[in-house]
């Protein structure tokens, strides 16, 4: 026979098909630490609201402990036949304390238990995933140092634009990372506050005290209106936002390391641990980790559409509706746990191609609007001096010849304003130190840039 918190108006039993559609322990039993958690606060202030009494608290107490250690031992789990988790654990209460475990049901709701347990379950997992980014983050930064002055092919469109420093372009991926984190901290600030003590909707009538309980789970404060407090679910979705961007940004690090390993590229070479191999073709190494970092944004993203989805259009307060706030938010922190530590170690693995990188980055006439900005020193219109190295390119084109391979005559020959000093800014080191601005691509920038974000991520 199904356990029911609510069989007392009802004849018959559900049918199947509702029991069927409604239940949800099979994915909230993660939640039981934390209404375990919340249930231990509740048994207090109950006793501090003289609804129980110093023996009853002892008594409650013990078996909420005992309840928690079955629970990981696992010696009691959850049946078809619970409803949910907080169904689940009041059948344990029962089963350990008899009429005295339905006294904890007493001013509080299930509505007002399950917002703040998805709220400790947030909290404390985001602290998981924080210290997972950080360690992505440290492993490009080791990368990025290593690479400070290895000159690389920057692209726009993807077509060889101007050499950028590798390092720089590494770091290029800490700072969405940083950014991420940031938001994460400031999300917290927000889902810091406890839902408990606002019942199914409107408080409750007995003494307690919301603001001690909300201490003790450690929220910074209880929330200011019940009917809000059971209703909203805006830390889920903006939880989900922020998991969505992280998706997004390792999609975008998976994306070149994709590019990076290909044949075309050969920028770098992935570790066995971190790559895969074909059943058929014996010479294929895949990119997997990148690929499914890429692949898997997309339910992240998907995640953050079905929570919204579902919020539209809720009227206040609580609606069996939101039941379906946690599939989303589990599966995208399970997602997260699962992405980030792959990338990681693929990041901190793999080999960077120093050589094909270094001869790469003039390719393309990378170099063309370093000789553009020498014209305009020399008091060249930049729009003159554009037009004689675009000319410039296509005699390069036409002759089969890098900007490097030029004679002075031929130089000469193509505009007056090309004297062979031009060649001295022809060269890769010279533009990467040029661009020295704060910000820019130059070796030393990357130093002090990586200096700086080390100690943002000390502090973070
Ligand atoms: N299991 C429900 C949920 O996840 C909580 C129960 C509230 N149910 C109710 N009928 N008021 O949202």
């Given at each position: 026979k199904p356990m029911r918190l609510w069989g007392g108006r009802f004849e018959g039993g559900p049918a199947d098909a509702l029991t069927r559609l409604s239940v949800s322990v099979q994915f909230d039993w993660r939640l039981a630490p934390y209404d375990l958690l919340a249930s231990r606060a509740h048994a207090r202030v109950l006793h501090r609201?003289?609804?129980?009494?110093?023996?009853?608290?002892?008594?409650?107490?013990?078996?909420?402990?005992?309840?928690?250690?079955?629970?990981?031992?696992?010696?009691?789990?959850?049946?078809?036949?619970?409803?949910?988790?907080?169904?689940?654990?009041?059948?344990?209460?029962?089963?350990?304390?008899?009429?005295?475990?339905?006294?904890?049901?007493?001013?509080r709701s299930r509505n007002d238990q399950v917002a703040t347990d998805l709220r400790l379950y947030l909290r404390d997992h985001v602290r998981t995933i924080v210290s997972r980014l950080v360690e992505l983050?440290?492993?490009?930064?080791?990368?990025?140092?290593?690479?400070?002055?290895?000159?690389?092919?920057?692209?726009?469109?993807?077509?060889?634009?101007?050499?950028?420093?590798?390092?720089?372009?590494l770091l290029a991926h800490v700072h969405p990372l940083t950014r991420d984190?940031?938001?994460?901290?400031?999300?917290?600030?927000?889902?810091?506050?406890?839902?408990?003590?606002?019942?199914?909707?409107?408080?409750?009538?007995?003494?307690?005290?919301?603001?001690?309980?909300?201490?003790?789970?450690?929220?910074?404060?209880?929330?200011p209106n019940s009917m809000d407090a059971v209703a909203d679910r805006d830390f889920a979705a903006e939880f989900l936002f922020c998991a969505a961007m992280i998706g997004v940004h390792l999609s975008r690090l998976g994306e070149e390391i994709v590019l990076w390993a290909s044949q075309?590229?050969?920028?770098?070479?992935?570790?066995?641990?971190?790559?895969?191999?074909?059943?058929?073709?014996?010479?294929?190494?895949?990119?997997?980790?990148?690929?499914?970092?890429?692949?898997?944004?997309?339910?992240?993203?998907?995640?953050?559409?079905?929570?919204?989805?579902?919020?539209?259009?809720?009227?206040?307060?609580?609606?069996?509706?939101?039941?379906?706030?946690?599939?989303?938010?589990?599966?995208?922190?399970?997602?997260?746990?699962?992405?980030?530590?792959?990338?990681?170690?693929?990041?901190?693995?793999?080999?960077?191609?120093?050589?094909?990188?270094?001869?790469?980055?003039?390719?393309?006439?990378?170099?063309?609007?370093?000789?553009?900005?020498?014209?305009?020193?020399?008091?060249?219109?930049?729009?003159?001096?554009?037009?004689?190295?675009?000319?410039?390119?296509?005699?390069?084109?036409?002759?089969d010849k890098d900007l490097g391979e030029l004679t002075d005559d031929e130089l000469a020959k193509v505009s007056p304003h090309f004297t062979p000093d031009v060649r001295d800014v022809l060269n890769v080191a010279g533009a990467l130190a040029a661009r020295k601005a704060y910000g820019g691509t130059a070796p030393d920038r990357v130093m002090d840039q990586l200096v700086a974000l080390r100690e943002a991520v000390d502090v973070q």
């Open positions: 609201a003289g609804l129980l009494t110093e023996e009853e608290l002892e008594r409650m107490l013990g078996a909420l402990d005992d309840l928690e250690r079955a629970c990981k031992a696992g010696e009691f789990r959850p049946t078809v036949a619970d409803e949910d988790v907080h169904t689940a654990l009041e059948r344990g209460l029962l089963e350990r304390l008899g009429t005295l475990g339905g006294k904890l049901r007493a001013g983050e440290t492993a490009l930064m080791s990368q990025a140092e290593e690479h400070a002055s290895t000159a690389a092919p920057g692209m726009t469109h993807l077509q060889h634009a101007q050499p950028v420093s590798f390092g720089h372009q984190i940031d938001r994460l901290r400031d999300w917290d600030r927000r889902a810091a506050i406890s839902p408990l003590g606002s019942g199914a909707l409107a408080g409750s009538s007995l003494p307690l005290d919301p603001t001690a309980v909300a201490a003790e789970l450690g929220f910074d404060a209880a929330a075309e590229f050969r920028w770098i070479e992935m570790d066995d641990a971190y790559s895969t191999g074909s059943s058929i073709m014996p010479q294929k190494k895949n990119p997997d980790v990148a690929e499914l970092a890429r692949g898997k944004s997309g339910r992240l993203i998907g995640a953050l559409m079905t929570m919204l989805t579902t919020l539209k259009g809720l009227p206040l307060t609580y609606n069996r509706d939101l039941q379906e706030d946690k599939e989303p938010v589990f599966d995208a922190v399970d997602t997260l746990l699962l992405v980030l530590p792959a990338v990681s170690g693929l990041v901190s693995t793999m080999r960077v191609n120093t050589a094909k990188l270094e001869s790469s980055a003039p390719d393309g006439f990378a170099l063309a609007t370093d000789l553009a900005e020498l014209l305009v020193r020399k008091g060249v219109a930049f729009r003159d001096a554009h037009e004689a190295v675009g000319h410039l390119v296509v005699w390069c084109q036409v002759n």
